[in-house]
């Protein structure tokens, strides 16, 4: 319980106890080689046979027999064998393990001084079907090499834990480091975890160091590099959004309720998670826009700076005085209570038109505080009442017609008097009214509308999961 309260979790002590078993495991397997290559069992291949085994100038069968006999015991190959001697012929007898032990004893007495020949009479022990003697041998090696191994797997078991510990209270100290430095939050994790994991890794060269097995963690880290290379290239749209956010939060080009456009998209800042970025646009849609794209695109920030200029066009008629329009909408501009003083607002002449001469119009509004699209409204209209209160025509292009040379009237007799003219009274229509508000009722106000999107979206389903790396405004 200790190792897991301090591994954070049980699949981190897993994930350690498996390390240390592969790091483990080529020794032991060495150590068990090197004792098999030591201990004959009933699988291996006798060694070669002496071309000759000398005893005396002259060999006795007796002194053969005794020769022969040693060397038998000696090797534990063989059960109970038994050797005779006869004017230089060896009779072998008794049993051997494999068909390779008794073939090498018959080699090695052919081979010894003054045999004439050999009667190999060995039997080859035929295994049992049951038989578990090469696994508890095999068991035996393992718990010997494991015990021999003990000292070494110790001090790396407490190497690891000790940069294990390292790890996570560096990680901790450069955290609320960063913190206390207002860092952004992802920036802040990537470094305060890249420290952890450099001290860990310290820990296990260290280990692979002591044990000499330097070697092996170069290969490790080799093919530990050539697989994050094929991760990355297999999921190149996912790192490429991971790192995009990283720069995002390093250049921080906007915060949680901006007003911005990316990507042809118009909405209010939500979140930015490792993967996208959310707006809420003003019709009141999610839209997630891959932070790879938001950081390749042209970001409008219309909420870092609050003021706006906003323009329209108006025509009016060629017999009209231009000096007299300019100055009835410099006066509705100035009197209007969403419009600012600076930077001044302008009337100017755009362009001669086919029946008018068009005015654009441009003034600034404090985009925090005002809806542009209320604003735009609100003035148009009054412009538009303002203009036809001075008398001031506002011709249509499309539909006027003009008589440079006039048009000739006649004069039609009434009731049949041929002396006097007709004359027809034509009623004109009434002019609409225009409302003298600033703001009617079917524009709602003129206040921004990004406290009631900010209020959609809270009430709303999020639906990009993860951490907001993003700050609020209060928070910085």
Not at 351 to 363: C, D, E, K, M, P
Request: a negative charge; aromatic letters at 8%.
């Amino acid at each position: 319980m200790w190792i897991f309260n301090t591994c954070g979790n049980k699949t981190v002590f897993y994930v350690l106890l498996t390390l240390i078993m592969l790091l483990f495991m080529p020794p032991l397997m060495l150590t068990q080689a090197q004792e098999a290559t030591t201990t004959p069992t009933s699988g291996e291949q006798a060694p070669a046979v002496p071309e000759r085994v000398d005893i005396q100038p002259t060999a006795q069968d007796e002194a053969i027999a005794r020769r022969l006999q040693d060397i038998l015991s000696a090797t534990g190959w063989f059960i109970d064998p038994q050797l005779r001697v006869q004017n230089g012929v060896v009779f072998l007898s008794g049993q051997a393990q494999t068909a390779e032990f008794k073939d090498w004893a018959g080699n090695l007495a052919r081979n010894t001084q003054d045999v004439a020949a050999v009667v190999n009479q060995l039997e080859v022990v035929e295994p049992a079907l049951l038989d578990v003697q090469p696994f508890v041998t095999g068991l035996r090696t393992q718990v010997r090499t494991l015990l021999r191994s003990l000292p070494l797997l110790g001090f790396s078991l407490i190497i690891l834990i000790l940069a294990w510990i390292a790890a996570r209270f560096l990680t901790g100290t450069a955290r609320r480091y960063f913190q206390s430095q207002q860092m952004n939050v992802l920036l802040l994790n990537v470094i305060a975890r890249s420290i952890g994991i450099m001290v860990f890794l310290g820990g296990l060269y260290l280990v692979f160091q002591v044990a000499g097995w330097t070697s092996i963690a170069l290969t490790i880290l080799g093919g530990t590099g050539l697989f994050g290379l094929v991760l990355g290239i297999a999921f190149r749209d996912i790192s490429e959004n991971f790192l995009a956010s990283i720069f995002l939060s390093i250049q921080n080009p906007f915060n949680i309720g901006d007003l911005v456009e990316i990507n042809d998209v118009l909405g209010f800042v939500q979140r930015m998670t490792t993967r996208a970025t959310i707006l809420m646009t003003l019709a009141g849609n999610h839209v997630q826009i891959p932070n790879a794209t938001v950081y390749k695109s042209i970001i409008h920030n219309y909420t870092s700076n609050p003021n706006r200029r906003l323009d329209f066009t108006i025509g009016i008629g060629y017999d009209d005085s231009i000096s007299l329009a300019q100055d009835t909408v410099h006066q509705v501009l100035e009197a209007h209570p969403a419009v600012l003083n600076e930077p001044e607002h302008l009337v100017l002449v755009d362009r001669l038109g086919s029946a008018t001469v068009n005015l654009q119009i441009y003034f600034w509004i404090d985009g925090s505080k005002h809806s542009w699209l209320k604003v735009k409204s609100s003035v148009i209209r009054l412009v538009k009442r303002a203009i036809e209160g001075a008398g001031i025509s506002m011709p249509d292009e499309a539909r006027e017609l003009i008589f440079p040379q006039g048009v000739p009237v006649q004069m039609v007799p009434l009731d049949g008097d041929q002396d006097t003219p007709a004359v027809r009274q034509i009623e004109q229509p009434a002019q609409p009214h225009e409302s003298e508000t600033v703001s009617t009722s079917a524009e709602g106000g003129l206040r921004s509308e990004a406290e009631e999107i900010e209020t959609q979206a809270r009430q709303s389903r999020t639906p990009e999961a993860g951490e907001n790396l993003l700050k609020t405004e209060t928070s910085e």
